[in-house]
């Protein structure tokens, strides 16, 4: 990966053991649970024994894996000794081997210790000095993000809270309070989320975030996320990797996974806008493209396969798979009622709209090579086992949902649906789920598997008010520009928020228009944020409460793969005043009048040991399954819970002490997952959940649902169809092709430095993994720029600065960086130094309002001011310092 880092700056400052201890924050904490800390490095806090073996140290390892919503799901364990932690360490239950490899940790697992003693983290509860309850003036909403804070006790914190929240319920009714935040959380979401549930409702966030159309789509036109499993796939011909990168994105197995791919005589293709590090390591074949662009090529290679199939001498298209198992193929596969003339093969053949969908039509959109898509159209039609994988980037763009079923018409028409070593899917994103939901295990927990939601027995309480949920692409401009919004039942709503309430998210930051909601913000009366670092809504808000991390709590049940399963547990107490979600509301559900027994009718630990008690296995993958683990009266007392003894695989005490436990895998093991086999198959036995059962090329209920969200149209068929700021509309004139104000796309991604904004400020973090803006070596020659050179990005929604990266891996015409830094803006200029990419990102609806972070067209220029310091020596955000 070193010809995509960015050189340094300015000579780095030389490290030593005071910086160290400034940077990790660890010599300001002051609690007995942190003690005293030496500089071998921020994991490492003793030296390996001159043996170097692990066992020889003393302390006891408790299993602590890492909660951040990432890709990765390795296993971490902390070493402590006298209630301090003294070392990381990963998976070592098992020996690694590539069948059964070992869930070794990330660079950001390795770094939690950096972020949970860091020196951002929150000590005590705070208000901001010019704010006052009682909105209005007194508010002094425009200090927000610039103010400054007070030290506050948790009596009056609480009190004020409740008393605004009390306030603003009775006269702006339940709706005036919002939180934020579209990613299903943890036990976080059952706090606060449903206090106020209990309490009559709250307006909530809507609009899928990480699967971006696909949430929608994959419902409706029959494809789910399921890619197959990782040892079917070592029997692929070719994978062709179409936007995914997951060397980067899926930074635990999955590219370990791919390269006994490789080994195993695999030929792997790139498709992407950016030749990516994992492309690097197991591509021999890479074709650029633009961003927001993919439906043309794939109605492209759908051309090439009608004008060269012959079904004698050179099948490359599975008519009998089109037959049987898709509608809107053509004219006669269409539902009743449907126009004849709207069927996928006639649109890409041009009959009826006179634009053949050839590959150089597509060419000019995408920037592919004509005779590159050809090349890999003929590749996949009717081969014997090939793979489509993309990421859910693809789908995260203004034309994801035309994308979703481009992909699975080209995907049937080619014969790669349902068979071993065949696929066409996005991989979602998560290796723990990569494989599909057909995993060997299932959590008794909420959001790991759809097939269980026990939630360790706790019933689920409904928002009154999910009807009306705020689309996140209308979240912040409903606020500061029209007022008004389009809830989830169709409806015109006004905006009422008076007050935000901000939990275990960051969407302020991660949220397209960042600008935008910095100025929602400063327009309310109130804002609380709970978290355990001084994050961008933390730093908008006007009380601020320090949380428990999951180490300073009872720990988590988390699905780490498709057949391993992590529980980690307490490690250190809680540090400061921190307390609990749990708790906090706990103690505002006193002061507001909501029955504590109702919002927590079991204990944390009750609840965690419930979702254990309930998780099973299904170790011969046959739908036969087991509990996971056994318990005894004497675990029972032990644990200091409630419950009934079971018969499970293993003991509930020793998977506490692993932390870990997994299902061994070999090829030929009989386990493996293959996506829509059994449809295939016999899809009259195994229908998908669409309207006709079948796979629905020609679907009329994606129509109506994204009629019914309110937002755009979309016709039956996949179409390819030009994205609000996609490449198009970086030119003033299509024709000329004569550029316009905004002449660059930019994209997102996401990068090793952190899990979204989670891992962010660690300076160990940013000093490892650069956060640059990506531009083609033609395009910096164009401009004279240079790698290094500060630049100013400017789009239609913000302005930010980045070091500059030259590289001749980026798409020329197209710009990308890292998604998640912490946004940090200049106030005279209004301009972000930290490279935050929703202040770049467009609040732009959607078909089913999903965000579109990846098609923003942008401009870029030289910087005449100040050149940009490396933002690992940059100051942390830490409030109160303590010497
Ligand atoms: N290190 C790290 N890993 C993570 C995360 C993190 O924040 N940091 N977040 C996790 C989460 S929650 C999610 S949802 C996943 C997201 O995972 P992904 O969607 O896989 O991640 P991205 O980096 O956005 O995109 C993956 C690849 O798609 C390409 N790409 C982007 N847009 C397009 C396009 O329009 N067309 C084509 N052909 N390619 C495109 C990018 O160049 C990149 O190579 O990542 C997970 N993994
Ligand atoms: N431009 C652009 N934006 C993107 C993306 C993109 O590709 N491009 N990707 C998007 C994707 S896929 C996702 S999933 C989202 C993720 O966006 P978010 O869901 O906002 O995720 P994080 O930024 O990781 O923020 C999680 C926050 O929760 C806090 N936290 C963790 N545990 C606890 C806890 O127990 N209690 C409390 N109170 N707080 C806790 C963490 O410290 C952190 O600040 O970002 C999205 N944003
Ligand atoms: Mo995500």
């Known amino acids: 990966m070193e010809d995509v880092k960015t050189p340094q700056l300015s000579p780095a400052t030389p490290i030593t053991r005071r910086s160290l201890l400034k940077w990790t924050g660890l010599a300001a904490v002051g609690t007995a649970a942190l003690g005293t800390t030496g500089c071998a490095g921020f994991n490492e806090k003793e030296p390996l024994s001159e043996t170097g073996e692990e066992a020889k140290l003393e302390g006891e390892w408790i299993p602590c894996s890492c909660w951040a919503d990432c890709g990765s799901k390795g296993f971490n364990k902390a070493l402590v000794k006298d209630g301090e932690v003294v070392r990381l360490g990963t998976d070592q239950t098992h020996d690694d081997s590539p069948d059964c490899p070992q869930l070794r940790a990330c660079a950001r697992g390795r770094a939690l210790r950096g972020m949970i ?116 796939l070592r029997s692929s011909e070719v994978i062709v990797l179409w936007g995914s990168n997951p060397a980067w994105s899926r930074a635990g197995l999955p590219t370990y996974d791919y390269l006994q791919c490789k080994e195993a005589g695999t030929k792997f293709v790139c498709v992407d806008p950016f030749y990516t590090p994992t492309a690097k390591v197991l591509t021999d074949d890479y074709i650029p493209i633009r961003p927001g662009t993919d439906s043309a090529a794939f109605l492209a290679m759908a051309y090439v396969l009608l004008t060269q199939d012959d079904p004698e001498a050179n099948p490359l298209i599975d008519w009998d798979f089109l037959d049987r198992c898709c509608i809107g193929f053509d004219a006669e596969h269409l539902p009743e009622g449907a126009d004849p003339k709207m069927n996928y093969k006639d649109y890409v053949l041009g009959t009826y709209d006179g634009v053949p969908k050839t ?183 006007d009380i601020v409460l320090p949380v428990a991390s999951p180490w300073e709590r009872y720990g988590d049940l988390s699905p780490s793969y498709r057949e391993s399963i992590v529980w980690f547990s307490q490690v250190v107490e809680p540090l400061f005043e921190c307390k609990s979600d749990a708790d906090i509301a706990l103690e505002l559900a006193d002061r507001i009048g909501v029955d504590r027994s109702v919002l927590r009718p079991v204990s944390e630990k009750q609840l965690i040991i419930n979702m254990v008690a309930a998780s099973q296995v299904s170790p011969n993958c046959d739908d036969n399954w087991q509990n996971l683990v056994s318990i005894t009266e004497e675990d029972l007392a032990e644990l200091g819970v409630e419950g009934e003894p079971q018969d499970g695989l293993v003991p509930i005490l020793d998977f506490k002490r692993d932390g870990i436990f997994t299902i061994e895998r070999s090829e030929g093991d009989g386990l493996d997952f293959i996506a829509l086999k059994p449809f295939r198959d016999d899809p009259e036995a195994n229908p998908r959940p669409t309207a006709s059962g079948k796979l629905e090329i020609y679907c009329q209920a994606a129509v109506d649902k994204v009629q019914a969200f309110g937002f755009k149209e979309i016709s039956p068929i996949p179409e390819y169809v030009p994205p ?105 200029t209004g301009i972000d130094k930290a490279g935050c990419m929703n202040v770049l990102c467009g609040p732009n609806v959607t078909t089913t309002g999903y965000q579109a972070w990846n098609t923003c067209i942008c401009n870029v220029e030289k910087w005449d001011g100040e050149p940009l310091v490396p933002d690992y020596l940059w100051d942390s955000r830490e409030v109160f310092k303590e010497d």
């Open 724 to 828: 609000v700021e996609g490449y198009e509309e970086t030119f003033a004139n299509w024709e000329t092709k004569e550029k316009g104000e905004f002449p660059f796309q930019i994209y997102s991604l996401h990068i090793l430095r952190h899990s979204h904004s989670t891992f962010a400020n660690v300076p160990n973090l940013r000093e490892a993994f650069d956060h640059p803006l990506y531009m083609n070596s033609l395009d910096a020659e164009r401009l004279g720029m240079e790698t290094g050179e500060t630049v100013l990005i400017t789009s239609k929604w913000g302005k930010c600065l980045r070091p500059l990266q030259v590289t001749e891996m980026m798409t020329p015409g197209v710009l990308a960086m890292g998604q998640g830094a912490w946004v940090e803006i200049d106030e005279e």
């Open 359 to 541: 590959p150089e039509w597509a060419a000019e959109i995408c920037g592919s090579p004509a005779e590159d898509l050809e090349r890999l159209a003929l590749m996949l039609g009717g081969a014997e086992r090939a793979a489509v994988i993309t990421a859910p980037a693809l789908a995260r763009t203004g034309s994801g949902a035309q994308l979703c079923q481009n992909l699975m018409a080209f995907g049937a028409m080619a014969g790669l649906i349902g068979k071993p070593g065949c696929c066409c899917a996005s991989d979602c994103g998560h290796s723990w789920m990569q494989g599909g939901y057909e995993t060997l295990l299932k959590g008794g927990m909420n959001h790991a598997n759809p097939r269980n939601s026990t939630l360790g027995n706790m019933e689920r309480i409904p928002n009154p008010l999910e009807y009306r949920k705020v689309n996140v692409n209308e979240m912040w401009t409903s606020i500061v520009d029209e007022r008004k919004y389009i809830g989830l039942d169709g409806n015109v709503y006004d905006n009422n928020v008076h007050m935000i309430y901000d939990r275990q998210e960051n969407f302020l930051n991660q949220g397209p228009a960042t600008m935008k909601g910095i100025e929602a913000y400063r327009m309310m009366d109130t804002v609380v944020a709970q978290n355990l670092v001084m994050t961008t809504n933390c730093k908008y808000a």
């Open 117 to 232: 003693f860091g020196a951002d983290r929150i000590k005590y509860p705070m208000k901001r000095k010019h704010w006052q309850p009682g909105g209005g003036d007194a508010a002094n909403g425009h200090l927000r993000g610039v103010d400054e804070w007070e030290r506050i006790s948790w009596e009056e914190a609480l009190d004020l809270i409740a008393g605004e929240i009390l306030r603003v319920i009775d006269t702006y009714g339940n709706e005036g309070i919002l939180l934020p935040g579209g990613v299903p959380q943890r036990l976080g979401d059952y706090d606060i989320g449903r206090m106020m549930y209990i309490k009559g409702g709250c307006l909530e966030q809507t609009g899928a975030v990480s699967s971006g159309a696909w949430t929608e789509m994959a419902k409706l036109i029959g494809l789910p996320e399921e890619t197959n499993d990782r040892i079917d």
